[in-house]
């Protein structure tokens, strides 16, 4: 009995040590941004591979990464082909070329407008 005792009591042990070591690991919650820090934005046309959800797809394949702050899209919500996008991002942790690269990898065809040329809210 106490040897039982004894192994329930270290496996509670480990447990918790492990336990402890994934959350050592986890990073740390989103903390707002000062409006301070310098902010980009990079706007483009794009298409998309057609599916019910790919501008779902694609906003939370960019806003995976933390330096993404903003995805703002154009009227046409329900198709994937001929959208324009707006996306601010921080500067000082990625590059307006990774930007571009990542809008690149989520569609099937981009063009990327020169800074200022595009505003979301515009009309067609």
């Given at each position: 009995m106490r040897c039982a005792v004894g192994t329930i009591v270290l496996m509670g042990l480990l447990a918790t040590a492990c336990g402890s070591?994934?959350?050592a690991q986890r990073p740390p919650p989103d903390l707002p941004v000062p409006a301070s820090e310098p902010r980009e934005r990079?706007?483009?046309r794009?298409?998309?591979v057609p599916s019910r959800d790919c501008e779902e797809a694609f906003d939370l394949a960019l806003y995976a990464n933390r330096a993404i702050e903003l995805i703002a899209w154009d009227s046409r919500v329900g198709t994937c082909i001929d959208r324009h996008v707006s996306i601010q991002f921080l500067p000082r942790k990625i590059s307006?070329?990774?930007v571009v690269d990542a809008v690149n990898q989520r569609a099937t065809r981009v063009t990327v407008y020169r800074e200022g040329a595009f505003n979301h809210d515009?009309?067609?």
């Open positions: 070591a994934n959350v990079v706007a483009a794009v298409d998309m307006r070329s990774q515009a009309k067609r």
